[in-house]
Every structure is written in structure tokens, then in C-alpha cells.
């Protein structure tokens, strides 16, 4: 099998004229507890990392191999935060976008242009381009997949020391099995996003 050039996306930009370009995605979506996290990333053009390709593919244990190296050969990168609060008054769609937003901002003017993983389209500030599958395509974007996935998974264990009962150390805040029993068993957190729970709770 071929290896995907993690470039090509970046390198068709460059084309045109294009440069500074910022991946950007998100982890936590879909999870009944903690916040959704959001990164954006400018790596050197053509900078090859090993094992940074597909991210989604990667163990836990080489995401976080791969976290300070990424950090530490980034020519820029931000991760930011919304909050479970903001998560019930706005919905997972558009806390996702203001994550997105806060970690664009945190690159200080420094990208011309921002790849963002999925296929909605939202106004940051500078020009986009909606990638589909864009973290096993792109180079930025798997570098920001890393970086949001890792921070929320360490945040959501940080958590579980706070709420030991709800076991978000194992399933980071997903709706395991193990998860809603121990809702049944314990009820909602402050943490948990009280508009994901209300199917759970017309259930009960």
C-alpha cells in the first residue's frame, strides 16, 4: 500500500500562494462529562514526525509519545477549553467551534490560513478549508488531533481524582457501560453536560 503523503493537501495550498497554515481539530464531542478540547498547529513545512499519520489509529501510548515532540517542533500551537457549562448553553456544535477559536487565537496572528478536521465551515478570523477525515491526510491537522486528544484524556483523568465513583480515568467521560451505572448509581456530576443526560434520565 502506498504511503499517504501527509503533505499533499498543504503542499496544492502552498501552490497558490498560500502559507502559515494551521491544522486544527477537536477531541471530546461526544463524551456525557468534561469539557470538549480544541488544538490548532503550524509545523514546519514537510516536517515529518513518524507515527504521525491517522491519529485516530494511534494507542494512547504513542499519542503521548508523540504530544511533546509536537509541542516542542511546532512553529506555533494553541489548545484551549469549552467548558461542560458553556457545552449546555450552546450546544456540542458550537462550543466546539468556540474551542477551535480560542486555540486559533492562542497561535497570536501567526497562521494565514486553518485546515479544520470535518465538514463544517465556520468564520475564524482568516480563511478556511473543511478536511474530511483530514487527520490521516494532513500533517497539521493529525498534529492537532494529538494534541487535543491527549490534553482532554489527561484533563478527564485529572477529574477522576475529583469523582473517583463515575470512572472517567478509564472511559474519559464516554457513555461506557460502566458509565451509566454509575450515573444510576450516583447521579450527575457538576461535570457532566446535563443536555447529553436527558434521554438517560427520560428513560429512568
Given at each position: ?34 469539557p ?9 513545512d ?8 491517522d ?6 501510548k504513542?499519542?503521548?509519545e ?5 509541542k516542542?517542533q511546532?512553529i506555533?500551537?494553541?489548545i ?5 457549562q458553556?457545552?449546555d ?29 470535518g465538514n463544517r ?16 491526510r ?5 498534529a492537532?488531533s ?23 480515568e478509564?472511559?474519559?467521560?464516554y457513555?461506557t ?12 456530576s ?15
Open positions: 500500500m502506498d504511503k499517504i503523503n501527509m503533505w499533499e493537501i498543504e503542499e496544492g495550498l502552498a501552490a497558490q500562494g498560500i502559507t502559515a497554515i494551521c491544522g486544527v481539530d477537536e477531541a471530546g464531542r461526544g463524551p456525557l462529562a468534561g470538549v478540547c480544541a488544538a490548532a498547529v503550524i509545523l514546519p514537510h516536517l515529518e514526525i513518524p507515527g504521525l499519520n491519529s485516530k489509529k494511534l494507542t494512547d504513542k499519542r503521548r508523540l504530544f511533546p515532540i509536537i516542542e511546532a506555533a500551537y494553541g484551549a477549553f469549552a467548558s461542560e458553556e457545552i448553553e450552546i450546544n456540542i456544535l458550537q462550543a466546539t467551534f468556540l474551542a477551535m477559536q480560542r486555540a486559533i487565537d492562542q497561535l497570536e496572528g501567526k497562521a494565514n490560513f486553518a485546515l479544520i478536521d465551515e465556520k468564520d475564524f478570523g482568516l480563511p478556511v478549508m473543511t478536511v474530511v477525515k483530514g487527520d490521516s494532513s500533517a497539521n491537522i493529525a492537532a494529538v494534541l487535543a486528544k491527549v490534553t482532554r484524556d489527561m484533563y478527564m483523568e485529572k477529574l477522576a481524582e475529583k469523582y473517583p465513583q463515575y470512572g472517567f478509564i472511559h474519559k467521560g457513555g457501560k460502566v458509565h451509566y451505572a454509575a450515573l444510576t448509581e450516583h447521579g450527575a457538576e461535570v457532566h453536560r446535563k443536555s447529553f443526560l436527558k434521554k438517560f434520565y427520560e428513560k429512568k
